[in-house]
């Protein structure tokens, strides 16, 4: 399965550079390896827009930079950190001295929602360039015209899938998680973008899902449209979703820097 392929979502245009968010619900991949960034690859890193709110979606090595390709950090609405893994929110700490520095930064601070611990963790708690908002379990917040709802999954540390919901959609969005975790937890998701670190050979070697139970979870939970995410960089590609499609029983997007969704 070629990346950005299957039936819905559709790949859009590209964005332009500087362009604030759309008024359509899209996703832009900034990185999606997994653990690690692979040659020239990046972390973890969703631009999530629609109806005008714009959020950083994890703020994995090396998303930074694609952001700025993808929009003018100056207008993000918040920034959602899933846990305190470094794939997850490195760039933080590089969005600060851009904020800082560069000339171009916000007047206020940029709105941070992540778990507790997290802050203290990053060494980033003080900075005034950072709003830092603790959710947890079951916490449902608002940004902009966008709902977001939090559930606890699977995985080492307290680390937080989240539902999106611009009033006609909704992506879901696994974080990590390893297959103890159940999908149904965010409700009903249109477009579910979930980890799939590796293939069925290897589970149960890390807190992550394979293919085949990234597709499973995600068939048992109903959801409209599944795109795998997090692969280690060192696992193919077609393999993680020839085994999603597989166990979800239609085809699936398999996610790349620059794919663009609609959601
Ligand atoms: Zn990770
Ligand atoms: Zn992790």
């Known amino acids: 399965m070629p990346p950005g392929a299957g039936a819905y979502p559709v790949p ?15 996703v832009v991949v900034l990185g999606c390896d997994g653990s690690w960034p692979g040659p020239g690859g990046a972390c973890s890193g969703y631009l999530v827009s629609s109806g005008g709110t714009a959020l950083w979606l994890d703020a994995g090595t090396g998303t930074f930079a694609a952001l700025q390709l993808a929009m003018d950090p100056a207008t993000l609405d918040a920034l959602v950190v899933s846990h305190v893994h470094r794939d997850h929110w490195s760039d933080l700490a590089d969005y600060v001295t851009w904020a800082r520095h560069s ?115 995600a068939a048992e939970a109903g959801v409209g449209t599944l795109a795998v995410t997090h692969r280690w960089p060192t696992i193919d590609a077609g393999a993680v979703a020839d085994e999603a499609a597989a166990a979800f029983g239609r085809a699936v997007v398999q996610l790349a820097p620059g794919t663009v969704l609609a959601w």
Do not use: K, N
């Open 103 to 217: 000339g171009r930064g916000p007047a206020r601070a940029l709105r941070v929602f992540g778990p507790a611990g997290l802050a203290g963790s990053s060494g980033l708690a003080e900075v005034p360039e950072l709003d830092w908002q603790v959710v947890a379990d079951g916490d449902r917040v608002e940004v902009g015209g966008l709902g977001l709802g939090f559930s606890r999954t699977d995985h080492g540390p307290e680390t937080l899938a989240v539902r999106i919901d611009d009033g006609a959609r909704t992506l879901g969005y696994s974080a990590d998680t390893g297959p103890g975790w159940d999908p149904r937890s965010l409700g009903p998701i249109d477009l579910f973008v979930c980890e799939a670190t590796f293939t069925s050979e290897h589970e149960g070697t890390a807190g992550h899902l394979s293919g085949r139970q990234a597709g499973a979870l």
């Open 12 to 26: 859009v245009t590209d964005p332009t550079p500087g362009a604030t968010a759309p008024e359509r619900g899209r």
